[in-house]
């Protein structure tokens, strides 16, 4: 024979294994936490020790767990509330506010309005056996054990196991570990068991837990409701502090998860339970002073909650924004002014509420003379109306002037928890367990077969032999008579559907559960989270919005940079680079704009990179086109003086034709140069490059002329010299049109080849764009380049040659220092050209245009034109014939 017998002191004793002819006896003891799991197993490990006991008796051992309340019924409905904190003697004092008598009692007005409806098992009464599990869970087990089997003082082997079970189904337990305890016990034997305030999401394991089920939602919902409402809020900044059993823990670990896939950062996660030591109670304490998260998710236990507020008023952490679960938001007991200084403007999910019609009614006419012998309501009694009754009193309270309770009192102007019915959350859920049950047995019994339509129910031996009820269960679906609908999915949950509840003072400095929001999980995704944030009053009776973040969101502009060793939340904000933007609050990356684009200086957005060239409108531009003029206007000017003493010697003596032709290309090299001002286009490319090219060559060859006809002239005055028939002005003209149209061959086959064309150059800035010309061809420009640059070294070697004619007739000199000039500025051009920047380098091209242009006008012009204008005496063919004799 086996027996378990389970104590009140939160231990397990095991005793009294027989055999035929021995006495085998093991004990073992449990200490509170434990695994409920491990109860299970320890029975289950045992069990082989009651098979061997075939053929012998069993004898009930131990004291008799008797029911709080109780009623005779042709089915007995059994159930187990934690209507105590603590275990001990059972003859306890009453020290718990009421609410949970109300779930008690609402549990009996269930059942009797069942017996009354003619419509819901008819002909068939249903009786309850309630019990007080003290919130242990050793007792919880023992309660269930007790529902299991039918009292008898001895069990024989062969038939105990053949009777039927004393109950059909068990409304089980407010808490998480207690109903797994309940639930473990009863699944093997396909008892269902109902739990109105048990949410832990374990319980949905299908494998582990089959027989339960529960009309309140599971923290699987709850959790992910919470994580959507700390992100809708802002919040990614928290801490979390969770009760240390399968409730809190459980839910925690599901908020953690959900939470991390919202963004959202844990600070902390901290255990806590009300039997933890005072050292222990401190050091979360001052974990949560230290923190630097201003909001904190609260996953306790009413019973926890209510031992964590006593050091948090202590210390006075009044500036923390609480987000609950359903176990505390709407406690009563909770919600004193004391703890609003903590608690107020707190927000969490609660079970809906609901209106129970007659309810009221017939908790105000419980009355102990009603139910004879009953401790529970002796104890509610005495308490609420501070007396004792006559069979309870004592000499020493008649000695201390007790009063005797007169038998007349009532509840009608009692306002407790209690009689308070404007707040049936935990009580309406344990309506429709009750409901369910009683449905779930109404559709067995009037189930048919299909072969001779016998009742199913008859079929097994009740409950015993079948999981009818089980099946029926499942498959339950009704609405209560106020209209709600209630049903179980897969896994025994109803549908979950939340209220947010805000902690709020009313004018009286009382504190109302407020709601301004809910959160319905059946609603398609998007539509399951509605709220009201205007209603919301925040810690501090403030409206504004309390932040908890660990940085600062990053604005347009910026992008995150983790900080080593800390949570994603916690970040720097880094400027973007230029070049790249970002246009999202926190931002991973900054994003680089296209080619074409800039950053601005904001860095939120990319905008069209700035052309530069160079253009007439700034002062650089206006300025070399002034000069450009300017020298225009001074070639016009000595092309004027020449033409009005063209027939003095000094004009004639040199060939006025090449003077003239070379004065009217230096008036076009002034002019090219403008060509190089202004927006690039693929015309003005292929004009400022071909007309640099020919006006500059036509340039050179009319100075090479001149240097040839000196040359050749001062030969000529030798005796016999033919020469200068050779190198008159035809042929002077002809000099000049061929070495011209070399270079206009080259500019002709350019741009037939490669022409230049307009350009955007991006690599000289990363910000701008350098509108240029192309030159297209790389070989026919340096052709052009070459080709200028051999005539000018030409022309300044013979230049060279001829500057030791005589004084008054040697043009070469001034014509050396020319191309010196011109030379120098070219040579110059290229190392300056090749570093410029930009459009500098069209800048470079045009000093360098204008440079040798003035510098062929002033040398070669402006000492004739000082001697004619000033020196008119000097302007004679004898002055200048007069030193070569």
């Not at 869970?137 to 009777?163: G, I």
């Not at 309810?359 to 006419?365: G, N, Q, R, S, Y």
């Not at 902690?503 to 709220?531: C, H, M, P, R």
């Not at 061809?777 to 030791?804: D, E, H, N, P, W």
Request: glycine letters at 6%; one cysteine or more; aromatic letters at 12%.
């Amino acid at each position: 024979m086996l027996l378990i017998t389970l104590f009140d002191d939160n231990k397990i004793s095991l005793v009294h294994i027989k055999a035929a002819h021995s006495k085998l006896i093991i004990q073992i003891t449990l200490s509170y936490p434990y695994s409920c799991s491990m109860l299970f197993c320890v029975a289950v490990l045992l069990m082989p020790f009651s098979i061997k006991a075939e053929g012998h008796n069993c004898n009930m051992q131990g004291a008799e767990l008797v029911p709080q309340l109780s009623k005779d019924g042709d089915i007995i409905i059994g159930a187990i509330f934690s209507l105590h904190r603590k275990t001990g003697n059972r003859d306890l004092s009453y020290k718990s506010k009421p609410e949970p008598l109300q779930n008690l009692i609402t549990t009996i007005y269930a059942i009797e309005e069942i017996n009354n409806n003619t419509e819901l098992l008819p002909n068939i009464s249903i009786g309850y056996k309630i019990y007080d599990s003290c919130a242990s869970v050793p007792v919880s087990m023992r309660a269930v054990m007790t529902l299991m089997n039918e009292k008898q003082n001895e069990l024989s082997y062969n038939d105990s196991c053949k009777k039927p079970f004393f109950v059909p189904a068990i409304i089980a337990e407010s808490g998480s570990s207690p109903t797994m305890a309940i639930a473990k016990t009863a699944g093997p034997f396909q008892i269902p068991v109902v739990s109105h305030f048990a949410t832990c999401a374990c319980l949905s394991n299908r494998h582990e837990f089959p027989t339960f089920f529960r009309t309140i939602p599971s923290d699987f919902y709850q959790s992910r409701a919470l994580a959507q409402l700390v992100k809708h809020f802002g919040w990614t900044w928290v801490g979390a502090i969770r009760s240390d059993n399968d409730y809190g823990n459980s839910g925690m670990a599901t908020f953690v998860q959900a939470a991390q896939q919202e963004g959202i950062c844990i600070e902390y996660s901290e255990p806590f339970f009300r039997t933890y030591t005072k050292e222990n109670i401190l050091r979360i304490i001052n974990i949560i002073k230290m923190s630097t998260s201003k909001v904190i998710v609260a996953f306790l236990a009413q019973s926890d909650m209510s031992v964590l507020l006593q050091d948090l008023i202590k210390e006075n952490l009044t500036d923390i924004q609480w987000v609950g679960s359903e176990a505390w938001v709407t406690d009563t007991n909770i919600a004193t002014k004391e703890n609003c200084r903590i608690l107020g403007g707190a927000l969490g999910f609660a079970i809906r509420k609901s209106w129970i019609p007659g309810l009221k009614e017939f908790l105000l006419k419980i009355h102990p003379s009603a139910i004879t012998g009953n401790a529970l309501l002796k104890e509610f009694w005495e308490t609420t109306f501070s007396c004792y009754l006559n069979d309870n009193i004592t000499a020493d309270m008649k000695s201390a002037g007790m009063r005797a309770c007169s038998g007349t009192e009532n509840l009608n102007g009692i306002n407790n928890l209690y009689t308070d019915v404007t707040e049936l959350r935990i009580s309406n859920n344990v309506y429709k367990a009750v409901n369910a049950i009683a449905h779930a047995l109404h559709n067995m019994f009037t189930c048919t077969t299909r072969e001779n339509h016998e009742s199913c129910a008859k079929k097994c031996t009740f409950f015993s032999e079948c999981s009818l009820l089980l099946h029926f269960m499942k498959m339950v679906k009704f609405r209560t008579k106020y209209g709600e609908e209630v049903y179980f999915d897969e896994n025994g949950d109803p549908a979950a559907i939340y209220e947010l509840i805000n902690w709020q003072l009313n004018a009286k400095g009382e504190n109302e559960f407020v709601t301004v929001g809910y959160y319905d999980a059946t609603a398609i995704s998007g539509q399951n989270f509605l709220i009201n944030n205007t209603k919301i009053i925040w810690i501090g009776g403030k409206r504004e919005l309390h932040k908890s973040i660990c940085s600062e969101s990053c604005i347009f502009g910026t992008r995150r940079a983790m900080r080593k060793g800390k949570p994603v939340c916690c970040f720097d904000c880094i400027p973007c680079a230029e070049g790249e933007m970002s246009n999202a609050t926190d931002s991973s990356d900054c994003i680089k704009c296209p080619m074409e684009y800039w950053s601005n200086a904001k860095k939120d957005k990319c905008i069209f990179k700035e052309t530069e060239h160079l253009s007439f409108e700034e002062i650089l531009g206006i300025l070399l086109t002034a000069v450009s003029l300017m020298g225009v206007c001074i070639t016009l000017v000595t092309a004027f003086i020449f033409f009005l003493y063209k027939h003095t010697p000094i004009v004639k003596a040199n060939n006025s034709e090449l003077s003239f032709l070379l004065l009217f290309s230096l008036t076009l090299c002034f002019l090219c140069s403008v060509t190089f001002i202004g927006r690039p286009s693929d015309w003005s490319c292929m004009l400022r490059h071909t007309a640099f090219g020919i006006t500059f060559v036509l340039c050179i060859s009319c100075v090479l002329g001149k240097t040839i006809v000196v040359l050749m002239a001062f030969r000529a005055t030798q005796p016999g010299s033919s020469v200068m028939k050779w190198f008159g002005a035809s042929q002077q003209r002809l000099c000049v049109f061929v070495i011209t149209s070399l270079q206009s061959l080259i500019c002709f086959l350019w741009l037939l080849i490669a022409p230049p064309s307009a350009d955007r150059n991006f690599s000289y800035y990363r910000d701008k764009i350098i509108l240029e010309c192309n030159v297209g061809s790389q070989t026919a420009f340096y052709a052009v380049l070459g080709y200028i640059g051999l005539l000018s070294s030409l022309c300044f070697i013979l230049a060279f040659k001829a500057r030791t004619l005589p004084d008054n007739f040697n043009e070469a000199k001034f014509i050396t220092f020319s191309m010196l000039i011109f030379c120098a500025v070219w040579i110059t051009f290229i190392p300056v050209y090749i570093s410029s920047p930009g459009k500098y380098i069209v800048v470079v091209e045009i000093f360098a245009i204008l440079a040798s242009s003035f510098g062929l006008l002033f040398c070669i012009f402006t000492p004739k034109c000082y001697i004619i204008l000033f020196k008119p005496h000097r302007n004679t063919k004898k002055y200048l014939m007069g030193k070569t004799c």
